[in-house]
């Protein structure tokens, strides 16, 4: 079965650094990727979503990346700041289904 | 827009109560989610609808645990009788396409206590 896995449970950085998140996932026929941010108390709520047929894609403040060869995915933040503290899943899209991965808590040291 | 409004916020309930979850989804969305959250095991699929019709179940841990969706705004996950291992934060989320577009937009969750 499809599995999305984080190589890092926690992350600790300094404000103003960048801060990049990793995600392996396991179904080379994902097509469609998602970075969701899970303040505490609250539902996980979408960053920045990349298709298979991009390696980059760029928002505010993230830059999620796309390595299909190795299948993985990045988030990166710059200049972090104390409001981006939470935990980031990523997720997989399979047929009508988002897999999630089991989390990385992001900690952002003022 | 509300988004996902999901009722009630926090539940405490004794074991072996019957426990009764809300969700309404975003209007015009034809998806419905829920899952569940736990340290242990992250965020576990229970169930999914799609034009109000269950479609996978396979999440659902066991026969105390059941879910309907009456119409297009509104659905409830039942857990009858509950158990302490039931606590969980339990989400539902709504998504057009299955997600197939900016993915699923979460509710901010029912925290369920079993004593």
């Known amino acids: 079965g499809e599995s999305v896995g984080l190589h890092l449970p926690t992350l600790s950085v300094q404000e103003g650094d960048n801060s990049i998140i990793n995600c392996a996932y396991s179904n080379s026929a994902s097509d469609y990727f998602i970075w969701y941010k899970q303040e505490s108390g609250k539902g996980p709520q979408f960053i920045i979503d990349i298709r298979s047929n991009m390696d980059k894609r760029q928002g505010q403040r993230v830059t999620v990346l796309l390595n299909k060869t190795v299948k993985h995915l990045s988030l990166q933040i710059a200049a972090t700041q104390p409001g981006d503290s939470a935990v980031y899943f990523c997720?997989?899209?399979?047929?009508?289904?988002?897999?999630f991965g089991t989390g990385t808590s992001l900690t952002v040291i003022p | 827009d509300a988004g996902v409004i999901q009722s009630p916020r926090h539940e405490v309930t004794e074991m072996g109560q019957e426990v009764t979850l809300r969700c309404k989804p975003i209007s015009g969305h034809d998806y419905l989610f829920w899952y569940r959250q736990t340290m242990m095991r992250g965020l576990e699929l229970l169930i999914y609808f799609n034009n109000n019709v269950p479609i996978d179940d396979s999440g659902m841990p066991e026969d105390r645990f059941s879910a309907k969706m009456p119409n297009a705004s509104f659905s409830t996950l039942k857990i009858q009788p509950s158990e302490p291992r039931d606590s969980a934060v339990y989400f539902c989320a709504s998504g057009s396409r299955g997600g197939a577009n900016y993915g699923y937009t979460f509710g901010s969750g029912t925290r369920l206590t079993v004593v």
């Open positions: 997720a997989e899209n399979t047929g009508n289904q988002f897999y």
